[in-house]
């Protein structure tokens, strides 16, 4: 399996999500600096979290008009996947990837804890590796994870079973009580018409491994380099 991963100035978990292809897949990502223009022939293209351009303007805005992402949306459209975690969520719902935005916080601050997430819909090759309506323990760091699309858009997420994954309780109850950030209908991660395409705001690369607090984001690279290996 060949992947790249996208760096921006001021990305902060390119490394993270390297080292957790690289453990999972065996195989050492590409990393692609954002002012490139080409990116070589890979399956999987990867947006990393972090805060690229100081999240300046907003967060992602600046990045979507970076050099490298005429060619993530052209490979995007051909078919290869794009996975952008937290600023590449970000990034791709500016970039015209995936529908609606993340706005700041309901709260207004900054969240760094870890959270639980129930699996709505695992059609794809980044939710295989989980089972439908699992609970999963996964960490967030933003400040801009609200996601907020209008009615029309969301009822279409919800009714062609594009919602990758909800905040929740430990019992998996959703509810608005669950929601750190304030997210519409609890959505923590979409996926794009064809799932070839998702965006999240928790990180899997920060728990794939015991030694980082816990494993439950292991499956989700592991599905994923099992999908690309079929």
């Not at 609200?146 to 909800?166: H, I, K, Q, S, W």
Request: hydrophobic share 40%.
């Amino acid at each position: 399996m060949k992947s790249a991963v996208i760096v921006f100035p001021g990305s902060n978990c390119d490394r993270d999500v390297a080292v957790a292809l690289a453990r999972v897949t065996g195989s050492a990502p590409t990393m692609v600096w954002h002012g490139d223009r080409a990116i070589p022939k890979v399956d999987l293209i990867v947006l990393p979290g972090g805060f690229s351009y100081g999240d300046y303007l907003r967060s992602g805005a600046m990045a979507a008009h970076s050099p490298v992402m005429t060619e993530v949306a052209s490979r995007a459209k051909q078919g290869v996947p794009v996975l952008g975690i937290c600023n590449g969520f970000q990034i791709l719902t500016e970039a015209g990837l995936l529908p609606g935005a993340l706005i700041r916080n309901a709260g207004l601050h900054f969240i760094c804890r870890d959270v639980h997430l129930k699996v709505e819909n695992t059609g794809s090759m980044f939710t295989r590796g989980y089972k439908t309506g699992q609970v999963v323990r996964i960490p967030i760091a933003h400040a801009d994870g609200n996601y907020r699309a209008d009615p029309m858009t969301l009822d279409r997420l919800e009714g062609e079973g594009l919602v990758a994954f909800r905040y929740c309780s430990a019992e998996g109850t959703v509810g608005e009580a669950h929601s750190p950030n304030g997210s519409a209908r609890n959505i923590a991660g979409i996926f794009n018409e064809k799932r070839t395409v998702l965006g999240l705001m928790p990180h899997p690369e920060r728990m794939i491994e015991p030694m980082l607090g816990g494993s439950d984001g292991r499956p989700f690279f592991e599905g994923i380099a099992e999908a690309l290996a079929a």
